[in-house]
T-cell receptor, first 112, second 111 residues
Framework: DVKVTQSSRYLVKRTGEKVFLECVQD?????MFWYRQDPGLGLRLIYF???????EKGDIPEGYSVSREKKERFSLILESASTNQTSMYLC???????????FGPGTRLLVL | KQEVTQIPAALSVPEGENLVLNCSFT??????LQWFRQDPGKGLTSLLL?????REQTSGRLNASLDKSSGRSTLYIAASQPGDSATYLC??????????FGTGTRLKVLA
């Protein structure tokens, strides 16, 4: 079974803090994704990576950066957290063909 | 611009009923369409994937259909059970790595 794990289920941070969200997959997938999910807006793609050290911006990259130093690990960084980044963050991975994505359990982030 | 809509936003049915969830999309240029299940506070689990050249896919009590020309997909759940209670999302793949997700239908199956 594909397993995608995320470092935290719940996080509470203060405005202005630097926040790291980690995602690890164990299936040797080439592609990894970070989404945020908000009520009424569905899932929106923040960043995508198709290989180590390679990344592409998604629909809403502002205020975020990513890092992929190893194939199995994809990190999302909030450089200076703001209250409008309070959301559910979902990581996903897929093989090169991207026929389907496998999602992690999500991290619910609250920025105060 | 592709938009994916799921109506209704919420649905309650008694156990044992057959039900249909709807997904509509505005642009027929899609690679595939996927149905996901999301339990409260959890990630998404893929249920069925339909390629753009296919009309339907089946898995157990689930059957998904795709009509690209009309921009519609349905997810049919037979003999619903309380364990089917979850939010169901559809997503269309529109690019190399790009999926557009609907906002989901929250299903409650009453025992």
């Amino acid at each position: 079974d594909v397993k995608v794990t995320q470092s935290s289920r719940y996080l509470v941070k203060r405005t202005g803090e630097k926040v790291f969200l980690e995602c690890v997959q164990d299936m040797d997938h080439e592609n990894m994704f970070w989404y945020r999910q908000d009520p009424g807006l569905g899932l929106r793609l923040i960043y995508f990576s198709y290989d180590v050290k390679m990344k592409e911006k998604g629909d809403i990259p502002e205020g975020y950066s990513v890092s992929r130093e190893k194939k199995e690990r994809f990190s999302l960084i909030l450089e200076s957290a703001s209250t409008n980044q309070t959301s559910m963050y979902l990581c996903a991975s897929s093989p090169m063909t991207i026929e389907t994505q496998y999602f992690g359990p999500g991290t619910r982030l609250l920025v105060l | 611009k592709q938009e994916v809509t799921q109506i209704p936003a919420a649905l309650s049915v008694p156990e044992g009923e057959n039900l249909v969830l709807n997904c509509s999309f505005t642009d027929s240029a899609i690679y595939n369409l996927q149905w996901f299940r999301q339990d409260p506070g959890k990630g998404l689990t893929s249920l069925l994937l339909i390629q753009s050249s296919q009309r339907e896919q089946t898995s157990g009590r689930l059957n998904a259909s795709l009509d690209k020309s009309s921009g519609r997909s349905t997810l049919y759940i037979a003999a619903s059970q309380p364990g089917d209670s979850a939010t169901y999302l559809c997503a269309v793949r529109v690019g190399t790595y790009k999926y557009i997700f609907g906002t989901g239908t929250r299903l409650k199956v009453l025992a």
